[in-house]
């Protein structure tokens, strides 16, 4: 089976495993809560996979699925998002990147910062 055939497979679930797997590694080892772990593994692992998309448009292989994309700053990633936007200057030309992912990213903290206050 190809990365083409089933991109579910190859690209948004290892990222979603590498980040539950940072989200313990940062809560057993830091004593933070779940939710920030998971904020900060998340957001690091989505700033990545950004990273691995710019270098294949540059080396014109197979791209990471747009969606992927999107459903990993849903996730709470939309910081290593717009991080990634602004650093690597990938994807901002496209309106739906330009505007989703720093609302996405607002979205995020907002999250963070209620779970932290409970």
């Excluded at 496209?94 to 607002?106: C, D, E, S």
Aim: charged content about 15%; glycine content about 6%.
């Amino acid at each position: 089976m190809s990365v083409r055939a089933n991109p579910v497979r190859f690209t948004l679930l290892p990222a979603l495993g590498v980040a539950a797997a940072g989200a313990w590694a940062i809560q057993s080892q830091l004593s933070l809560l779940l939710p920030m772990s998971w904020w900060l593994s998340i957001n690091l692992v989505t700033f990545v996979v950004w990273w691995i998309d710019k270098r294949r448009a540059r080396r014109q292989a197979f791209r990471v699925p747009e969606w992927t994309l999107h459903l990993l700053s849903l996730v709470g990633g939309g910081v290593g998002a717009v991080t990634a936007m602004r650093t690597l200057r990938h994807k901002t030309l496209k309106p739906v990147f330009r505007y989703l992912h720093p609302l996405l990213a607002i979205a995020g903290v907002a999250a963070v910062a209620w779970a932290w206050s409970r």
